[in-house]
Structure formats: C-alpha cells, structure tokens
Nanobody
Framework: VQVVESGGGLVQPGGSLRLSCTAS????????TSWYRQAPGKERESVAT????????NYADSVKGRFTISRDNAKNTVYLQMNLLKPEDTAMYYC??????????WGQGTQVTVSS
C-alpha cells in the first residue's frame, strides 16, 4: 500500500500550485480522500475532502474559493489545485484516504512554501 504526494514547492504570494496524491495497493476509488496540512507549531487541519466517486466536496473556510479538490479514479489520483496562495498556506500537505470501518492511509507529505 502506498499513498504518495507530489507537486509541492516554493511559490510567491498570489501564485498557484497543483498537488497530486497517487495511491496504489488498495481500491482507491472506494475511499473518500482529504488533504490536510500542518504548519510548524500548529495542529494538523483538514483543508479539503472529496467523496469516493468525486460527487461531493467540502473545504475549510480559509481556502474556499481558492483551492479545488478533484480526483481521477482511473489514475488513482486526487488533486488539489491551489490558487491565490498566501504565506499562511505554508505547511506540509498530507493526503489521507479512508473507508469507514475498513481502513485508512496517510501519505508522507509534500512541502508547500509561500514566500517572496
């Protein structure tokens, strides 16, 4: 089983990044998937969630209108498009796949730094 995030990096305020979360070793299309983030000295927080079939999404208030979560189950991948990035978006971003009553998996994270 693997959950691997990619796409992080250094970007200027107002810029964009697209994160990817690619899974293998389990039936990813049956798992709701979330992006979480954790900044130094802060608790891990949920950023965005998408249901297993991609029908429904929800977002933290802090990212609504700027971030978009989507998925391509044929590629076992969930994306997080991040626009209008702010310095306070700086954090390690984690992918979390879960199927209640069955199992849950975390990735290792990808670092996003927003700075001029």
């Amino acid at each position: 089983v693997q959950v691997v995030e990619s796409g992080g990096g250094l970007v200027q305020p107002g810029g964009s990044l697209r994160l990817s979360c690619t899974a293998s070793g389990f039936t990813f299309s049956s798992y709701a998937t979330s992006w979480y983030r954790q900044a130094p000295g802060k608790e891990r927080e949920s950023v965005a969630t998408i249901t297993s079939a991609g029908i429904s999404t929800n977002y933290a208030d802090s990212v609504k209108g700027r971030f978009t979560i989507s998925r391509d189950n044929a590629k076992n991948t969930v994306y997080l498009q991040m626009n209008l990035l702010k310095p306070e978006d700086t954090a390690m971003y984690y992918c979390y796949a879960r199927r209640p009553g069955v199992d849950r998996y975390w990735g290792q994270g990808t670092q996003v730094t927003v700075s001029s």
